[in-house]
């Protein structure tokens, strides 16, 4: 006899005058304790995967102490061999990059470029996740081709082939973010005929596993950090031993004296106050930060509210299919969400966002990065929190976020929106001031500075 489910079930309960009757309400929350459940375990299931992902079996902990010692002999040896090289020729430079939401590189890439001891180059290659497609990579590839620099293709997209970095002749590789590699452009392989570099895509504000990941972070040549703390923080927790305090490249841009696009902003009257909405993706996964489902309606709402206001909606380049993934939204709800801004704002995609942030008057958000990123600004910032959150903050990151407005619920947001951006009571921008000038996340040199010149001693070039 074939089982029946509660769906049979609830199917062969009729309603009574068009209402639920006791049964149906009875199996519908039975079948809702079920979804909930399984809900949970699967999410518990992803933070003990993602908890352990520096945990590697006590079987395996041998090889990798072997191949990082031989992986650290290969740097030895490529480090004297190009520091011979440097006497007589440019050394080549290569950016391994696959998203370019995530590209951070520009003030370095000109430094080197603008050098007569370096020879750079933009190799684009393809994610490895169900996120990227080959429409993605065109787009991506386009992205690198309309900027200035020379641009190489790293995939293959007619073949579907990853191609090997090392027909490119790379002296030296800086990754563009430590996710989605291909094993054979990994920091394993490429470590065989090249010294391996990464400059963090995002500033790194949880105690989070993945500030240093064993398959990746250790392997590397140098890891270039964002700060002096984060420096003694990965040596003390990882006992991390190739990390350089460089600051971040992506606050370079608040150096730049080019005047900033306003091309973000539908309406550019000096009357308007420009609000920037950036949600988060992490919903089931990883963090788990994201507050779209408790507050994207809400946030919609509020630009219809004010009239004085114009908005650009900036998600994170995972957003669209997290929240498809995730049952928050069909795709055409998506759509029909992201159609009823254009009311009051844009959509704002992949590539750099500092002129938006230099343009605004304030951000809305749940992301991470966003957090440091938008601090030099000095404006005020509203930090959409939630309960279940997988990692604190280090304490670098509370630093920061103590000087910004915490939102906890709807009618939080509603009432500090109306009083910070709408009265103009920015209550907290002393305290914001005061933080900013003794964290110096922007100093008297560029992150990208730092590494050239740092890059340039070891190889001992003048």
């Known amino acids: 006899m074939k089982m029946r489910t509660v769906d049979d079930i609830l199917k062969g309960i009729k309603k009574a005058d068009g209402h639920d009757n006791f049964l149906q309400k009875f199996y519908k929350n039975i079948r809702q304790f079920f979804i909930q459940r399984r809900k949970r375990r699967k999410n518990a299931e992803k933070a003990r995967m993602f908890k352990?992902?520096?945990?590697?079996?006590?079987?395996?902990?041998?090889?990798?102490?072997?191949t990082r010692k031989t992986i650290g002999n290969f740097y030895k040896q490529h480090l004297q061999s190009l520091q011979k090289a440097a006497q007589h020729r440019k050394i080549r430079i290569a950016f391994l990059v696959n998203e370019a939401s995530k590209w951070h590189g520009g003030t370095l890439y000109d430094l080197f470029e603008n050098s007569n001891h370096f020879e750079p180059l933009i190799l684009v290659t393809k994610r490895i996740t169900c996120y990227d497609t080959t429409e993605e990579f065109n787009a991506t590839l386009s992205f690198f081709k309309n900027?200035?620099?020379?641009?190489?293709?790293?995939?293959?997209?007619?073949?579907?082939?990853?191609?090997?970095?090392?027909?490119?002749?790379?002296?030296?590789?800086?990754?563009?973010?430590?996710?989605d590699i291909e094993h054979t452009q990994s920091v394993a392989e490429v470590a065989n005929f090249a010294l391996t570099c990464y400059t963090p895509y995002c500033f790194h504000m949880l105690r989070s596993e993945c500030d240093y990941l064993e398959l990746f972070h250790r392997f590397l040549w140098k890891y270039f950090?964002?700060?002096?703390?984060?420096?003694?923080?990965?040596?003390?927790?990882?006992k991390a031993d190739n990390c350089v305090s460089s600051g971040s490249l992506h606050l370079d841009k608040y150096f730049s004296k080019k005047v900033p696009s306003m091309d973000f902003w539908k309406d550019i009257s000096p009357t308007k106050k420009r609000i920037i909405y950036a949600p988060h993706y992490t919903f089931t996964m990883q963090h788990r930060v994201a507050t779209f489902p408790q507050?994207?309606?809400?946030?919609?709402?509020?630009?219809?509210?004010?009239?004085?206001?114009?908005?650009?909606?900036?998600?994170?380049?995972?957003?669209?299919?997290?929240?498809?993934?995730?049952?928050?939204?069909?795709?055409q709800e998506l759509d029909e969400y992201y159609a009823a801004w254009e009311k009051y704002g844009t959509i704002v995609g992949e590539g750099d966002y500092f002129d938006l942030f230099k343009t605004s008057d304030c951000l809305i958000t749940d992301c991470?990065?966003?957090?440091?990123?938008?601090?030099?600004?000095?404006?005020?910032?509203f930090h959409l929190r939630r309960e279940g959150q997988a990692e604190d903050f280090n304490d670098f990151g509370k630093d920061i976020i103590g000087t910004y407005y915490q939102i906890h619920g709807n009618a939080e947001l509603e009432k500090l929106f109306s009083r910070v951006m709408i009265d103009g009571d920015d209550f907290m921008a002393p305290q914001r001031l005061e933080r900013l000038a003794k964290l110096k996340l922007v100093s008297d040199e560029t992150a990208s500075k730092c590494v050239f010149d740092h890059l340039r001693k070891e190889l001992k070039i003048p």
């Open 368 to 381: 991470i990065s966003f957090l440091a990123d938008y601090f030099p600004s000095g404006k005020p910032l």
């Open 295 to 331: 507050n994207g309606q809400l946030i919609l709402n509020l630009a219809s509210m004010y009239p004085q206001t114009t908005w650009a909606i900036k998600p994170h380049p995972n957003f669209d299919y997290s929240v498809v993934a995730n049952g928050i939204m069909t795709q």
């Open 52 to 66: 352990k992902i520096n945990h590697i079996p006590w079987t395996k902990r041998l090889g990798l102490i072997k």
């Open 225 to 238: 950090v964002e700060s002096p703390w984060h420096l003694e923080s990965y040596k003390d927790r990882f």
């Open 147 to 179: 900027a200035d620099g020379h641009v190489e293709c790293a995939y293959d997209s007619m073949d579907n082939k990853f191609l090997d970095l090392k027909i490119f002749n790379p002296d030296v590789v800086f990754y563009e973010q430590p996710w």
